[in-house]
């Protein structure tokens, strides 16, 4: 038994739905132009070819020449109809999409990588689109086609009526196991497409990588290999069609000729007026294109299913991290800033313990240090403090109140962060410390930020100044440069916390002066620094050291070195034992 979509496609549907009502009426217009072409041919050869009555063929000739005009009139507005309500259709499921994937956790895009979610969001998003749009269209036409020709077709003589009755029904049984195959195949092209983009991506992201350990030719057989796959499968689709439309058509051909010859027998028994058979013979024509069709419309129809199954596998996502109904919407102007862990544990989604038993304090105001090598945990801590992800167990607090207490949006922008994976849009400078702020008040901090951040100093020298673009993920500036920008972004917000996460490991020793200079110079905010280098930290009101998840050592600076722990071989390590 299939699982109920949590993507409710009606839902999008439902906006433009008097757009389909309204191609609906103009394919009912449609079959009773058709169903009328065909008795004006019939009196044309009853009562002027036969019976040489000329008195109504003028009428006639214009009737038929009217019918024409309108159709033409009427399919170009029905086209227009069904692209428009199919593209807000397709719009709106990408927007929907995007909106679902921005409310997941980190957890998910741990295990999700980017191009599987490109080709869901575009891909996908297409196949949706032409599914409401072409396939809707025809469908709609399809099925009232038939329906009223075949109710014509029967009151004239339902004897020649059964014949393209039993073929309609062959046809879509054809069409039902046509489905069936095609269906799979869909599906398996759509995880080959994810696969297919996802290695396309991770090379042109990895470009300089790539070219400097002449890894070339590797990538191109990477990408050969699922190129071929994703090739085999389409393949396998052009089979399948090649296997049953075949018999579609075949079908379409044979109604006719059946209907002359069945019909031409009924003729010569005086059962049925020449006129007659040719209007019948009309109808067929009209009824066995939807024969050839259903092929068509069982491969897009096919298609789309598989796209909404997909996408709807991210709409099954349940975020891990949920605000509270009752969350406390606190201002950061009334946040202090004090933070507390409280016998904090967290495991990764295998179960693998990241931090153990982890409990410290800071009060507003403080600054604390964080070094430990690399693994101990020390990026995990700060992502816990911003509920990137939730504790395992125990507790966060910060002015005494659980964080998951807290509004998220609240909470995040109570915590700035200098990144340690450093991370430009392919925006302006400006844009990119702003991040879509338009608050005036962030002008005065941007520009100060600017300053405390030592940008200025290159930024000043670029002929577009702040309204450089600096290109996809910062490409075209140094790592320094990069960094420094992002401690603008971060220091700009004037968030009650911040954290510097290694933010300075890319800087000259001259500008990490002035940076730790301008740093320790800065109040009224919570800050805490995570380092490698004992100069970033010295100067911290409070140092713990952590060692494979837990708290191996806590202490300002010249207690630490008075212990002769892991710190004081960190320091003799960094400055020699004679500094010790």
Partial sequence: MEQKLKLDIFRFVKPVLPFYIFVIIINIVFVGLDMLSPQISMHIVDDVLIGKDTTHLDFFLFALLGIGIIRALLGYTREFCCDWAGSQIGMNVRKDFFTKIQTLSANFFDKMNSGELMSRLFDDGSNIWGLFTYIGMLLTEVLVHVSFIMFCMFRM?????????????????????????????????????????????????????????????????????????????????????????????????????????????????????????????????????????????????????????????????????????????????????????????????????????????????????IMGATGSGKTTLVNLLKRMYDVSSGSITIDGIDIRDMSLKQLRRAVSIVMQDVFLFSETINGNVKLGEKDSLLEEAVKKAMEDSASNEFVSK???????????????????????????????????????????????????????????????????????????????????????????????????????????????????????
């Fill in 157 to 369: 003589n339902w004897r020649l009526a059964i014949i393209p009755s039993v073929s309609m029904v062959i046809c879509a049984v054809i069409a039902l196991t046509m489905e069936k195959h095609l269906g799979p195949v869909f599906e398996a092209i759509g995880q080959e497409t994810q696969v297919l983009n996802n290695t396309a991506q991770e090379n042109l992201n990895a470009v300089r990588t790539v070219k400097s350990f002449v890894r070339e030719p590797f990538e191109i057989k990477k990408f050969s290999i699922h190129n071929a796959k994703y090739y085999s499968l389409n393949y396998k689709i052009s089979r399948i069609f090649v296997r049953y439309h075949p018999l579609l058509v075949m079908f379409k051909c044979l109604v006719p000729i059946v209907i002359v010859i069945t019909g031409g027998m009924f003729v010569m028994k005086d059962n049925l007026t020449l006129g007659e058979l040719t209007a019948f013979v009309q109808y067929s024509m009209n009824i066995v294109w939807p024969m050839e069709m259903l092929g068509w419309l069982t491969s897009g129809f096919s298609q789309g299913k598989a796209s909404i199954k997909r996408i709807d596998k991210i709409y099954n996502e349940i975020p891990q991290i949920v605000e509270k109904a009752d969350a406390l919407d606190r201002k950061c102007a009334e946040i202090k800033g004090s933070i507390s862990y409280n016998h904090v544990c967290f495991n990764s989604e295998t179960g693998t313990p990241i931090l153990k038993d982890v409990s410290f304090s800071i009060d507003a105001g403080q600054t604390l240090g």
């Fill in 462 to 580: 670029m002929e577009d100044g702040e309204e450089t673009v600096v290109g996809e993920r910062g490409v075209g500036l140094s790592g320094g440069q990069k960094q420094r920008l992002t401690m603008a972004r971060a220091m700009s917000r004037n968030a009650p916390i911040i954290v510097f996460d290694d933010s300075t490991s890319a800087l000259d020793a001259e500008t990490e002066k002035k940076i730790q200079h301008t740093l320790n110079e800065m109040t009224g905010m919570t800050k805490i620094i995570i380092a490698h280098r004992i100069s970033s930290v010295k100067k911290a009101d409070k140092i713990i050291v952590l060692e494979d998840g837990h708290i191996a050592e806590e202490g300002t600076h010249e207690e630490l070195l008075a212990r002769r722990g892991l710190y004081y071989e960190t320091y003799v390590t960094q400055y020699g034992e004679n500094n010790g």
